[in-house]
């Protein structure tokens, strides 16, 4: 079966330091990857989207980058971090194709502090 | 305008009411639709999807209007346990399968 896995759970990280958010995916191939953010009492926005190994398309502009160095393998970086990018970072999958009937799987998500 | 967007909520009712959330989508092109549940502090999961001719699943029913590019979700004698913020999902019809999340809908089941 399929499983997303995201680390860490949680980070406090300081106004200025560097970001990095992993995500993988297993017990599948070529999967549709999707970073979202959900800022405190809002909803999800989405961030990036990748459908194949270094094929990334960003949504809005930001402070934040990502890469998909990996068929299943997502990372959400950041050079210098906002108080702004506090939030709620999830990671998603999708298969391509299948995302119309099934939607998303989420990952447990990591909860950024910017202190 | 919003492309999706939800009854801001928060909804509190009691054990065994019904409940009502709509949801009205901007872009007429889009084909799919989704009712996500997200309890606090955790990640969004599927609930169910909304088919054009209305589903139900068990205690839920999802009803979709593609003329007034409207959907519902109807929760039927409701449980202390369906307390979570209900998530409209709709994908961005001109963009493949990329989904596009309201805000959320809260709901608070009191005993």
């Known amino acids: 079966s399929q499983t997303i896995h995201q680390w860490p759970a949680t980070l406090v990280q300081p106004v200025g330091s560097p970001l990095s958010l992993e995500c993988t995916v297993e017990g599948t191939s070529n999967p549709n990857l999707y970073w979202y953010r959900q800022a405190a009492g809002r909803g999800l926005q989405l961030l990036f989207y990748?459908?194949?190994?270094?094929?990334i398309s960003s949504e809005v502009p930001q402070n934040l980058s990502a890469s998909r160095p990996q068929d299943r393998q997502f990372i959400l970086s950041s050079k210098k971090l906002l108080l702004s990018d506090s939030g709620f970072y999830l990671c998603?999958?999708?298969?391509?194709?299948?995302?119309?009937?099934?939607?998303?799987?989420f990952g447990s998500g990591t909860r950024l502090t910017v202190v | 305008r919003k492309e999706v967007e939800q009854d801001p909520g928060p909804f509190n009712v009691p054990e065994g009411a019904t409940v009502a959330f709509n949801c009205t989508y901007s872009n007429s092109a889009s084909q799919s639709f989704f009712w996500y549940r997200q309890d606090c502090r955790k990640e969004p999961k599927l609930l169910m999807s909304?088919?054009?001719s209305g589903n139900e699943d068990g205690r839920f029913t999802a009803q979709l209007n593609r003329a007034s590019q409207y959907i519902s979700l109807l929760i039927r004698d409701s449980k202390l346990s369906d307390s979570a913020t209900y998530l409209c999902v709709v994908n961005r019809g001109n963009q493949g399968g990329k989904l596009i999340f309201g805000q959320g809908t809260e709901l608070s089941v009191k005993p």
């Open positions: 990748s459908v194949g190994i270094g094929q």
């Open positions: 909304v088919y054009s």
């Open positions: 998603a999958w999708s298969v391509i194709g299948d995302e119309i009937i099934y939607g998303y799987t």
